[in-house]
């Protein structure tokens, strides 16, 4: 599963500031400079955590119910979402070399055209498995 919803606790600090912590992942709280920047950390947070937990192949814990979650003085308790497909693209940006054989007569065709070779692999890739 790559996409995932789970309540999120924000709790209000000194300034504009937020703390978040997201009580069915243990270990998984975040800050931010205000309401949107916590949101946005608190979107971060989530797919950093899942990830991990999808790569080390543990179980994914069920997110509570909403209403299921007291909280105290001025906190509140708001859903994030995140998408761990789309956080492992962007995350995941580094070049790797591939080798591959072309006719010769394409290959000079190309270099005269000024054809970037990694350019056009990867949008045909992209294209080819729908990413685009």
């Not at 045909?124 to 685009?132: E, G």
Request: aromatic fraction near 8%; charge should be negative; glycine fraction near 4%.
């Amino acid at each position: 599963m790559a996409k995932y919803i789970y309540p999120a606790i924000f709790t209000p600090e000194e300034g504009e500031k937020y703390s978040i912590c997201f009580p069915d992942l243990s270990g998984c709280y975040t800050c931010g400079d205000n309401l949107a920047d916590g949101m946005e950390m608190a979107q971060d947070a989530l797919a950093l955590m899942l990830t991990h937990l999808e790569d080390e192949k543990r179980k994914i814990p069920a997110p509570s119910a909403i209403n299921s979650l007291s909280v105290e003085n001025n906190a509140f308790v708001t859903y994030i979402s995140c998408d761990t497909t789309v956080y492992r693209r962007l995350m995941n940006n580094a070049a790797v070399k591939k080798t591959l054989s072309i006719p010769s007569w394409l290959n000079d065709s190309a270099i005269a055209a000024g054809i970037n070779f990694s350019q056009v692999l990867q949008d045909a890739l992209m294209q080819q498995l729908h990413l685009s």
